[in-house]
């Protein structure tokens, strides 16, 4: 091959070189970015930690969680064969906080995935069609946001009846609203770039735009939302178990642990406060893993 007289053979090589390097994804520059961020690796840490003990708590129970025992009740933290002690009528904590994450992280990741998928699917198709279409989404969904989450999850969860899938439902109802505005808002900013212009001039079907060039933009920010929004349900969920609105006995269950200690709470402070400071140790373990990843997804946050 001939080289001009203005390209040497080492720009040549140097060329051919960075053509033959893999392009690095996006993935990859987001978990370089996250690993730098010591608070989002904790949070991380303490989300898989949750999520291992609930997966296998068959396995790392020490007892039975539902097997009660008159003659071990209130026992303190430190007892041998009961390392956080026992409740009012003897079942081991540390085994019911393992059976318990079952349900709670269930419960906190159920709502969040249908809630963001439905709510991925209403902004995408509000905010890129405007018009009435947007009128009558937007104006639905602003008589739910009207009403304060926590007040309107109980009042359906006490309209359906106690349980684990009207607690679901009841969640669901009132996050679909806060993805959808956030999808929304970020379709309204995406559909007016050059590359969507671009594509819609060359004749892009609005399927085709919306999947290639919207949605990728908008997925990141919806991410970092759920994984917030995962440590807010976790809260809602054991606040309608401790309502007596959720789980009910003697299902293991944070919240309605948490209401189970309440009885004691003067005696044996431990039954309550150790559900309660799981509950937001895993809360703050999604919220420092969300922060993380907002600054990793974000190209304009992150050092990269």
Avoid: K
Wanted: aromatic share 6%; hydrophobic share 55%; charged share 15%.
């Amino acid at each position: 091959m001939r080289v001009p007289a203005t390209f040497s053979r080492a720009d040549e090589s140097t060329a051919l070189g960075a053509a033959a390097r893999p392009t690095v994804s996006r993935a990859a520059i987001a978990w370089r970015s996250l690993r730098r961020d010591r608070l989002a690796l904790a949070g991380l840490a303490v989300v898989l930690l949750a999520v291992l003990g609930a997966v296998f708590a068959p396995f790392l129970a020490p007892h039975d969680p539902y097997r009660v025992n008159a003659a071990a009740r209130l026992l303190p933290p430190g007892t041998p064969g009961h390392l956080l002690g026992t409740d009012d009528i003897g079942r081991d904590i540390a085994s019911r906080l393992l059976w318990g994450g079952r349900l709670s992280l269930w419960v906190a990741a159920v709502p969040v995935l249908v809630s963001g998928t439905l709510g991925l699917i209403l902004g995408l198709v509000s905010g890129y069609a405007r018009g009435w279409v947007d009128q009558v989404l937007m104006r639905a969904l602003d008589v739910v946001l009207a009403f304060p989450s926590i007040l309107l999850a109980i009042g359906i969860a006490a309209a359906l009846g106690p349980g684990l899938q009207n607690v679901v439902m009841a969640i669901v109802v009132v996050s679909v609203p806060i993805f959808a505005r956030l999808v929304r808002g970020l379709v309204l900013s995406v559909r007016e770039r050059e590359y969507v212009e671009a594509a819609r001039c060359l004749g892009a079907s609005t399927a085709r735009i919306v999947l290639r060039h919207v949605l990728p933009n908008v997925l990141p920010s919806v991410i970092v939302h759920a994984t917030l929004e995962t440590g807010r349900v976790v809260i809602f969920a054991a606040g309608l178990s401790f309502l007596g609105l959720g789980v009910q006995p003697p299902a293991a269950d944070w919240g309605a642990m948490l209401a189970a200690g309440r009885q004691v709470l003067a005696v044996a402070p431990h039954v309550a406060t150790i559900p309660g400071l799981v509950i937001f140790i895993v809360t703050l373990g999604f919220n420092l893993l969300g922060d993380g990843l907002r600054d990793a997804l974000d190209p304009r946050l992150r050092g990269t």
